[in-house]
C-alpha cells in the first residue's frame, strides 16, 4: 500500500518561470556559440566523455536515436553540439539566471542550481536514452566528466557566483530562496558562515556552500517524552521517535513493500531486492515493511543525520545512473508547475525508480530497540550529484542526530525502509509536499509480532 502521490512540484530541479527556463537555455547557447568561435578544441574532460562515446558503436548509435526521438523543445542539435553546451558548464558554478524587461531591470529571477540536469533533460525522456543512460559504459564515462566538475567546484574560484548581485546566491531573491525554509531564522543563523559580513559568506569554493554545515544548536533532537505504565517497564506498547534524516520534501510512504515489484509500471513499486542491490539477505530482512521517501531541492540542507540510536551494522557504496528515467508521456493533468504532457522534469517524477538505478549509499543501523530493529537509510544522488561521501563506518555507534555522511553538489534524495516488524506512524505534518526539518520527529515506530 502506498499514500497517494499527489505530485508537489520540482523543489528547484525546474525553473518555475518560463522566461527563466529560456533565458538559462538561451545563454548557455550564446556562450557555446561564442567558444566554438574562439576554439575549435574541447574541454579536456569533455573531450574524454565524447571519444568513450563515439568509439563505441551501440552508444553512438543510441545518442543518434535519442536526437531522433527528443521533444520539438529540445534546443541541443546534435552530440557535437552537446559537447560544446557541456564545455561551458564544467568551467562554472551554478549561479541566478536573471530576466530583464526592455529598460533593462530584473522582472524575474530564480536559481539554476543543476544546470547540466537542464540539458540532460528532455534527451533523457525517451526510449533511447532509456537503454543508453542506463550502460555502465555510459556511466563510467559520464562519471569521469562529472567527477572533473566537481573537482573545479572544490577549487579556489569556484566561489565566483556567491556574491550579492542579481545573478548571486547571496543577492536578494538569492537570500529569500535560501532562507524560504528556515522559519525564523536567517542564513547566517543557521549555517556556519567563516565570515557572515562577506559578500561570499567566507566561502572560499562552490563545494564549501553547498556542504555547509548547521550552527551549534540549530535543529536540535527534540526527545519525545516515554510514558512508562505504573510500576512497570517499557514495553512494545510504548512507541520510540523516528527523526528525519534529511532536510527534504515529502515524497511518498509505501508499506507491505515487496521483495520483488514491477518497478516500470506507473505507480513505480519499490522493489527491495533491487533497491539494495540485488542483496536478497536484506531484501528477505525488510520484505513487507515501509519505505519512507522525500527529496531535496539544490538549495537545501545536504548532510545526512541519523534517525535513530544504533550501531552501523553495513555500508554499500551503489555505483548506478545520473540521468536515467522512466521515459513518460509528460506532466500529468494537475501538474503543479508544468502544462499537460510538458516532457520536462522526467527525472524529477521518476524518484522512486532512482532508489533502483541511481548511484547511492545504503547504510544500515542496527537498533537495540525492540520497536525499531534494523533500519536502512538510503541517499540516493540524482543527475549531478556524482559523490556521497560516508562520515561513519562499520561498527560504530550512532545517536539520532549523528552526521552519517553527505551529497556533493546538486540535488538529492533519500529513503528510509523499515522492517515488517516496525509499524511506523508518520507525524500529522509528515505529507507529501511538506517540506520537514532535519532532526525533526518524523513519525514513530512501535514493535509489530509478525503473526499480525
Same mark, same amino acid.
Given at each position: 500500500?502506498?499514500?497517494?502521490?499527489?505530485?508537489?512540484?520540482?523543489?528547484?530541479? /525546474?525553473?518555475?518561470?518560463? =522566461?527563466? *527556463?529560456?533565458? &538559462?537555455?538561451?545563454?548557455?547557447?550564446? #556562450? $557555446? @556559440?561564442?567558444?566554438?568561435?574562439?576554439?575549435?578544441?574541447?574541454?579536456?574532460?569533455?573531450?574524454?566523455?565524447?571519444?568513450?562515446?563515439?568509439?563505441?558503436?551501440?552508444?553512438?548509435?543510441?545518442?543518434?536515436?535519442?536526437?531522433?526521438?527528443?521533444?520539438?523543445?529540445?534546443?541541443?542539435?546534435?552530440?557535437?553540439?552537446?559537447?560544446?553546451?557541456?564545455?561551458?558548464?564544467?568551467?562554472?558554478?551554478?549561479?541566478?539566471?536573471?530576466?530583464?524587461?526592455?529598460?533593462?531591470?530584473?522582472?524575474?529571477?530564480?536559481?539554476?542550481?543543476?544546470?547540466?540536469?537542464?540539458?540532460?533533460?528532455? /534527451?533523457?525522456?525517451?526510449? =533511447?536514452? *532509456?537503454?543508453? &543512460?542506463?550502460?555502465?559504459?555510459?556511466? #563510467? $564515462? @559520464?562519471?569521469?566528466?562529472?567527477?572533473?566538475?566537481?573537482?573545479?567546484?572544490?577549487?579556489?574560484?569556484?566561489?565566483?557566483?556567491?556574491?550579492?548581485?542579481?545573478?548571486?546566491?547571496?543577492?536578494?531573491?538569492?537570500?529569500?530562496?535560501?532562507?524560504?525554509?528556515?522559519?525564523?531564522?536567517?542564513?547566517?543563523?543557521?549555517?556556519?558562515?567563516?565570515?557572515?559580513?562577506?559578500?561570499?559568506?567566507?566561502?572560499?569554493?562552490?563545494?564549501?556552500?553547498?556542504?555547509?554545515?548547521?550552527?551549534?544548536?540549530?535543529?536540535?533532537?527534540?526527545?519525545?517524552?516515554?510514558?512508562?505504565?505504573?510500576?512497570?517497564?517499557?514495553?512494545? =506498547?510504548?512507541?520510540?521517535?523516528?527523526?528525519?534524516?534529511?532536510?527534504?520534501?515529502? @515524497?511518498?510512504?509505501?508499506?507491505?513493500?515487496?521483495?520483488?515489484?514491477?518497478?516500470?509500471?506507473?505507480?513505480?513499486?519499490?522493489?527491495?531486492?533491487?533497491?539494495?542491490?540485488?542483496?536478497?539477505?536484506?531484501?528477505?530482512?525488510?520484505?513487507?515493511?515501509?519505505?519512507?521517501?522525500?527529496?531535496?531541492?539544490?538549495?537545501?540542507?545536504?548532510?545526512?543525520?541519523?534517525?535513530?540510536?544504533?550501531?552501523?551494522?553495513?555500508?554499500?557504496?551503489?555505483?548506478?545512473?545520473?540521468?536515467?528515467?522512466?521515459?513518460?508521456?509528460?506532466?500529468?493533468?494537475?501538474?503543479?508547475?508544468?502544462?499537460?504532457?510538458?516532457?520536462?522534469? =522526467?527525472?524529477?517524477?521518476?524518484?522512486?525508480?532512482?532508489?533502483?538505478?541511481?548511484?547511492?549509499?545504503?547504510?544500515?543501523?542496527?537498533?537495540?530497540?525492540?520497536?525499531?530493529?534494523?533500519?536502512?537509510?538510503?541517499?540516493?544522488?540524482?543527475?549531478?550529484?556524482?559523490?556521497?561521501?560516508?562520515?561513519?563506518?562499520?561498527?560504530?555507534?550512532?545517536?539520532?542526530?549523528?552526521?552519517?555522511?553527505?551529497?556533493?553538489?546538486?540535488?538529492?534524495?533519500?529513503?528510509?525502509?523499515?522492517?515488517?516488524?516496525?509499524?511506523?506512524?508518520?507525524?500529522?505534518?509528515?505529507?507529501?509536499?511538506?517540506?520537514?526539518?532535519?532532526?525533526?520527529?518524523?513519525?514513530?515506530?512501535?514493535?509489530?509480532?509478525?503473526?499480525?
Amino acid at each position: 500500500m502506498t499514500t497517494p502521490t499527489t505530485f508537489s512540484g520540482y523543489g528547484g530541479w /525546474l525553473p518555475k518561470s518560463p =522566461a527563466i *527556463y529560456r533565458n &538559462f537555455i538561451n545563454h548557455l547557447l550564446k #556562450r $557555446a @556559440l561564442g567558444r566554438s568561435d574562439e576554439s575549435t578544441k574541447h574541454e579536456p574532460a569533455v573531450a574524454a566523455f565524447g571519444e568513450v562515446i563515439q568509439g563505441d558503436p551501440v552508444m553512438k548509435s543510441l545518442f543518434d536515436q535519442i536526437f531522433l526521438q527528443v521533444s520539438e523543445q529540445n534546443k541541443v542539435k546534435d552530440f557535437e553540439h552537446l559537447l560544446s553546451l557541456l564545455d561551458c558548464i564544467i568551467v562554472t558554478a551554478p549561479k541566478y539566471e536573471v530576466a530583464k524587461d526592455s529598460n533593462g531591470d530584473v522582472i524575474d529571477s530564480e536559481p539554476i542550481g543543476v544546470p547540466m540536469y537542464l540539458i540532460f533533460d528532455l /534527451l533523457s525522456n525517451t526510449s =533511447a536514452a *532509456y537503454d543508453l &543512460f542506463r550502460m555502465k559504459e555510459f556511466n #563510467r $564515462a @559520464l562519471k569521469a566528466l562529472l567527477e572533473n566538475w566537481g573537482k573545479f567546484l572544490m577549487e579556489p574560484g569556484s566561489n565566483s557566483t556567491l556574491n550579492t548581485t542579481d545573478e548571486g546566491w547571496f543577492g536578494e531573491a538569492g537570500i529569500k530562496n535560501l532562507e524560504e525554509h528556515l522559519g525564523q531564522y536567517s542564513f547566517e543563523q543557521t549555517y556556519k558562515c567563516p565570515d557572515s559580513a562577506a559578500d561570499d559568506r567566507g566561502f572560499t569554493t562552490w563545494d564549501a556552500f553547498f556542504t555547509r554545515a548547521l550552527n551549534p544548536g540549530v535543529r536540535p533532537i527534540e526527545p519525545v517524552p516515554i510514558i512508562l505504565p505504573p510500576g512497570g517497564p517499557r514495553t512494545a =506498547a510504548n512507541s520510540t521517535p523516528i527523526y528525519n534524516a534529511c532536510e527534504s520534501t515529502v @515524497l511518498r510512504i509505501a508499506r507491505k513493500v515487496k521483495r520483488h515489484d514491477q518497478f516500470w509500471l506507473k505507480d513505480q513499486s519499490y522493489s527491495l531486492y533491487d533497491m539494495f542491490n540485488r542483496d536478497d539477505k536484506y531484501a528477505r530482512l525488510f520484505e513487507g515493511g515501509t519505505v519512507y521517501q522525500a527529496f531535496l531541492s539544490p538549495s537545501d540542507f545536504h548532510r545526512w543525520h541519523s534517525p535513530v540510536k544504533g550501531t552501523i551494522l553495513d555500508i554499500v557504496l551503489v555505483e548506478g545512473t545520473y540521468y536515467a528515467v522512466l521515459p513518460d508521456a509528460g506532466a500529468e493533468q494537475g501538474d503543479p508547475e508544468l502544462a499537460e504532457r510538458d516532457p520536462r522534469g =522526467a527525472l524529477i517524477r521518476s524518484q522512486p525508480f532512482l532508489t533502483i538505478e541511481a548511484t547511492r549509499v545504503l547504510i544500515y543501523i542496527q537498533s537495540e530497540d525492540i520497536n525499531i530493529g534494523t533500519v536502512c537509510f538510503i541517499g540516493v544522488g540524482m543527475a549531478e550529484v556524482s559523490t556521497c561521501q560516508m562520515r561513519v563506518k562499520k561498527g560504530q555507534q550512532v545517536e539520532p542526530g549523528t552526521e552519517l555522511g553527505m551529497f556533493h553538489f546538486g540535488g538529492s534524495s533519500h529513503a528510509l525502509v523499515f522492517p515488517k516488524t516496525t509499524k511506523f506512524e508518520e507525524e500529522p505534518g509528515v505529507q507529501v509536499g511538506n517540506h520537514i526539518w532535519i532532526n525533526s520527529t518524523l513519525g514513530q515506530a512501535t514493535y509489530m509480532p509478525v503473526s499480525e
